[in-house]
């Protein structure tokens, strides 16, 4: 920080001190004949710290849903409106950014079988320059702070199950017997990638 310091009054004789036992002091002073004159100062005891930021579940709860695909990733990337962010200047409200995920992969189901829903995992963060100028803290919606670095949508998700066809190719093979045989080459259709291998040798009867 730099001072520019003025006087005129032959009284007084002016005098610099340090105030905090860190501080340090560049001194420029030009005095004239009658006493007059100015000091410019240049100091590193100015402390800036860092704003604080809350983020909290913002209230809506529409349910995000998907069918299954083998991942917990969301169908959208446009969260903004899941999470409300507090202290943030207007010119910096683009540092403002949501991830989400669903808490695991799978459908989930309820007692009786049918499908459920599932919570979501939000992440806020601050991306961008002048993050440095704040800190982030989670909090529930009625100001309560949280530890973590995620907010819970609970019930907020929804996976629902993929369709599967099986078409069974053929059986054979040599008398002994039995009535059973095994499915050569049967065929999955609707498998999320990476699950396109089931277990093959199904036994059928008949």
């Given at each position: 920080?730099?001072?520019?310091?003025?006087?005129?009054?032959?009284?007084?004789?002016?005098?610099?001190?340090?105030?905090?036992?860190?501080?340090?002091?560049?001194?420029?002073?030009?005095?004239?004949?009658?006493?007059?004159?100015?000091?410019?100062?240049?100091?590193?005891?100015?402390?800036?710290?860092?704003?604080?930021?809350?983020?909290?579940?913002?209230?809506?709860?529409?349910?995000?849903?998907?069918?299954?695909?083998?991942?917990?990733?969301?169908?959208?990337?446009?969260?903004?409106?899941?999470?409300?962010?507090?202290g943030?200047?207007?010119?910096?409200q683009?540092?403002?950014?949501?991830?989400?995920?669903?808490?695991?992969?799978?459908?989930?189901?309820?007692?009786?079988?049918?499908?459920?829903?599932?919570?979501?995992?939000?992440?806020?963060?601050?991306?961008?320059?002048?993050?440095?100028?704040?800190?982030?803290?989670?909090?529930?919606?009625?100001?309560?702070?949280?530890?973590?670095?995620?907010?819970?949508?609970?019930?907020?998700?929804?996976?629902?199950p993929r369709?599967?066809?099986?078409?069974?190719?053929?059986?054979?093979?040599?008398?002994?017997?039995?009535?059973?045989?095994?499915?050569?080459?049967?065929?999955?259709?609707?498998?999320?990638?990476?699950e396109?291998?089931?277990?093959p040798?199904?036994?059928?009867?008949?």
């Amino acid at each position: 920080v730099t001072y520019e310091l003025g006087w005129d009054n032959t009284d007084y004789e002016l005098a610099l001190a340090q105030d905090a036992p860190s501080q340090t002091l560049d001194v420029e002073r030009e005095v004239s004949a009658t006493g007059v004159g100015r000091a410019r100062l240049v100091t590193n005891a100015a402390t800036i710290t860092p704003k604080t930021v809350t983020a909290a579940l913002s209230g809506v709860k529409d349910t995000i849903e998907k069918t299954y695909d083998g991942n917990a990733t969301l169908p959208t990337a446009d969260l903004k409106n899941r999470v409300t962010f507090t202290g943030l200047y207007d010119e910096d409200q683009q540092l403002a950014k949501v991830a989400g995920v669903y808490d695991t992969k799978d459908v989930a189901r309820n007692a009786d079988g049918t499908v459920g829903t599932k919570n979501i995992l939000y992440t806020p963060k601050l991306e961008g320059t002048g993050t440095a100028n704040y800190e982030l803290a989670l909090v529930t919606p009625d100001g309560k702070t949280l530890t973590g670095t995620t907010l819970t949508g609970v019930g907020q998700g929804l996976i629902k199950p993929r369709q599967l066809t099986i078409t069974a190719g053929y059986a054979e093979k040599i008398y002994d017997g039995t009535a059973d045989a095994e499915v050569i080459h049967p065929r999955y259709d609707g498998l999320a990638r990476g699950e396109e291998r089931l277990t093959p040798g199904t036994a059928l009867d008949g």
